[in-house]
């Protein structure tokens, strides 16, 4: 069964950086897609949370919402198993919980959150002005 554990949240002052990390295993990591999803304070259901960014987990295309181009960086390193966000000039609205998910595909709906992902229990990121 499929594990994903998420690491690296904290509170930062706007302009700041954080690194989220999210360790993967029960699953076969390479050539499975692997997403970062924010959900907003006071948004508790599943499809509300949004696509952040995605990649395949041994590397290949990736992806990235129009509101984090440019400041947030998805990666990861297939040996670990691992998919870090390096989030860089955090802005108040970047605060949320932040959730690792797997799947097969990215594909064009790679930033809708369902039932095809597979998720971690998240990780919480406020960011202050």
């Known amino acids: 069964q499929v594990q994903l554990v998420e690491s690296g949240g904290g509170s930062v002052q706007a302009g700041g950086s954080l690194r989220l990390s999210c360790v993967v295993s029960?699953?076969?990591?390479?050539?499975?897609?692997m997403g970062w999803f924010r959900q907003a304070p006071g948004n508790e259901r599943l499809h509300e949370r949004v696509?952040?960014?995605?990649?395949?987990?041994?590397?290949?295309?990736?992806y990235h919402a129009d509101s984090v181009k440019g400041r947030f960086t998805i990666s990861t390193d297939a040996d670990a198993s691992t998919v870090y966000l390096q989030m860089d000039s955090l802005k108040p609205e970047d605060t949320g919980m932040y959730y690792c998910?797997?799947?097969?595909?990215?594909?064009?709906?790679?930033?809708?959150?369902?039932?095809?992902?597979?998720w971690g229990q998240g990780t919480q990121v406020t960011v202050s002005s």
């Open positions: 696509g952040v960014a995605a990649t395949y987990g041994g590397g290949g295309s990736t």
């Open positions: 998910a797997a799947r097969s595909i990215c594909g064009h709906t790679w930033n809708q959150a369902d039932s095809s992902w597979s």
């Open positions: 029960g699953y076969t990591f390479r050539g499975n897609c």
